[in-house]
């Protein structure tokens, strides 16, 4: 059991961004990832809908034997995790919110103005605020959907004047007016436009949940003696498109290390098949 793969998902390439941690942090665990897409974005999309695609891809990996769910998604987290947890009560689902929230609470206190920004569905449903408030209610929070950012992320839209100029478009007057000095990237897509927020906004602290959600992997896998105990050399990367962009970011993860990748294109009338069937 404890040396099967970790089932990671997300809408798309967003979830990537938690790999490189993992890595570093749990060396050991093999991965199959599942990014949809050709579905994404999800963060303007009814809850419902986001519900049934996310049940579709549980589904998948739970039937190629994963250990743990990590949802490595804000938007899914922040409306299905407790109807996932609900759904498959006999394996362990880990949300990308919760940690990041820890962390914000931890080690903030009400001198700092903290800014969350994510998709229209992450912050129309308050997950952050929530969340950040159950545990330190003496926090000062403000939002904000930036929802052109994971199209123009999914495109390969990064390092160039048009993703500058939408995230001034977003962040200029939010930032300003509201005078944020910390940020939480509430979206797995942003800490791939970290560096172009850094550069706009210099000395602005920026929270990764990307980063924070590894130490709760560990600890579930922990608590669960699930850590694996063997060097794995194959990860799998699932995608319900697979396009260049996804397989170029998995090549610049994975490119300097000796671990194996393989991609899959995941035809969707497959998973909605394999759905239906249950
Ligand atoms: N990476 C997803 C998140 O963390 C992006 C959601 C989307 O597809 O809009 O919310």
Redesign the pocket.
């Known amino acids: 059991m404890k040396n099967r793969p970790i089932g990671f998902f ?3 390439l ?2 990537l961004t938690c790999i490189p941690h993992l890595m570093q942090e749990l060396p050991n665990e093999r991965i199959i990832y599942f990014g ?1 897409t050709a579905r ?6 009814a809850i419902s809908t986001i519900r049934n695609f996310s049940y579709q891809i549980a589904d998948f990996l739970i039937h190629n034997d994963v250990k743990m769910l990590v949802i ?7 409306t299905c995790l407790y109807d996932l947890k609900e759904k498959y009560p006999h394996i362990p689902i880990i949300g ?1 919110i919760d940690p990041a929230s820890k962390k914000v609470a931890d080690s903030l206190d009400s001198s700092h103005h903290i800014g969350i920004i ?2 229209k ?2 912050i129309n449903h308050k997950t952050y605020i929530d969340s950040i408030l159950s545990y330190n209610s003496n926090l000062n929070l403000y939002d904000k959907p930036c ?1 052109i950012f ?1 199209p123009l992320i999914e495109e390969g839209i990064i390092n160039n004047e048009i993703m500058n100029l939408s995230v001034k478009y977003y962040l200029d007057d939010f930032i300003f007016s509201n005078q944020i000095d910390t940020l939480v990237l ?5 800490p791939l436009i970290r560096k172009n927020i850094e550069y706009l906004y210099p000395g602005l602290k920026i929270i990764d949940p990307s980063q924070e959600i590894i130490a709760s992997i560990k600890k579930a896998l922990t608590s669960r003696k699930l850590l694996s105990d063997m060097p794995y050399f194959e990860n799998t990367f699932y995608a319900s498109d697979l396009s260049e962009n996804f397989i170029n970011m998995i090549d610049a993860i994975f490119g300097n290390t000796n671990v194996k990748v393989v991609f899959k294109n995941f035809d969707l009338e497959e998973l909605e098949h394999s759905k239906a069937a249950d």
């Open positions: 997300d809408s798309g967003g979830g949809d994404t974005p999800y963060g303007s999309k490595a998604c804000n938007t899914i987290t922040s990308i994510g998709t569905v992450t929802p994971v509430g979206c797995t897509h942003y």
